[in-house]
């Protein structure tokens, strides 16, 4: 069963903390991608990578950064979090070129809060 | 820009009832439109999908039609179970790229 995994389901950090949220996918997914979910305004991108080493910025990328060293594993990190960071975090995988359906295979979410 | 329109929810029904979840889309071009889920507690998953106008997606009782005329992908199902209490997202996405571009979810709770 294809699977994408976030290292953390529930995390509680202080302002100006660092965070890493990891996320580990099985399927040999060139694609790899990091949204976050507030309510009312749905899903909206902060950054994706196409490869390994390889990142663009999203929608929403102001404050966070990424890392793919391994193609299974693409990191998101909060440098100094913020309070307006607080929100679910949702790591997604999809394949690339030809066969690419358009279907992305997400994480359960990390719920971050930022006290 | 591309983006997604989603009716507000939250929709509340009664088991067996009809269920329509309007979706309509702004786009340069002609997409492929999608419907994810997620049930409490999970993350999303693809229901269904069409790629091109006319087309209809159906994925476990749920159909969508991809009407070009009216830019529009509304989700339907003709009887609705409690175990289909979920957040719906209606999803597209241009063939140039490989981003989705999600609407902001409706959430849809069935009573026995």
């Known amino acids: 069963d294809v699977k994408v995994t976030q290292s953390s389901r529930y995390l509680v950090k202080r302002t100006g903390e660092k965070v890493f949220l990891e996320c580990v996918q099985d399927?040999?997914?060139?694609?790899m991608f990091w949204y976050r979910q507030d309510p009312g305004l749905g899903l909206r991108l902060i950054y994706f990578?196409?490869?390994?080493?390889?990142?663009e910025k999203g929608d929403i990328p102001e404050g966070y950064s990424v890392s793919r060293e391994k193609k299974e594993r693409f990191s998101l990190i909060l440098e100094s979090a913020s309070t307006n960071q607080t929100s679910m975090y949702l790591c997604?995988?999809?394949?690339?070129?030809?066969?690419?359906?358009?279907?992305?295979?997400f994480g359960e979410g990390s719920r971050l809060t930022v006290l | 820009g591309n983006s997604v329109t989603q009716m507000e929810g939250p929709v509340t029904l009664s088991e067996e009832a009809f269920l329509t979840i309007n979706c309509t889309y702004t786009?340069?071009?002609?997409?492929?439109l999608f419907w994810y889920v997620q049930y409490p507690g999970e993350g999303l998953q693809l229901l269904l999908k069409?790629?091109?106008?006319?087309d209809k997606g159906s994925n476990k009782g749920f159909e969508a039609t991809y009407r070009k005329e009216t830019t529009s992908f509304h989700l339907e199902k003709g009887s609705v179970q409690v175990s289909d209490s979920a957040v719906y997202f209606c999803?597209?996405?241009?063939?140039?790229?490989?981003?989705?571009?999600f609407g902001s979810g409706t959430r849809l709770l069935v009573r026995p």
């Open positions: 999803a597209l996405r241009m063939d140039s790229s490989y981003k989705l571009i």
């Open positions: 997604a995988s999809s394949l690339k070129g030809s066969t690419n359906t358009g279907e992305l295979f």
């Open positions: 786009a340069t071009g002609y997409p492929s």
């Open positions: 069409a790629t091109k106008a006319d």
């Open positions: 990578s196409y490869d390994v080493k390889m990142k």
């Open positions: 399927m040999d997914h060139e694609n």
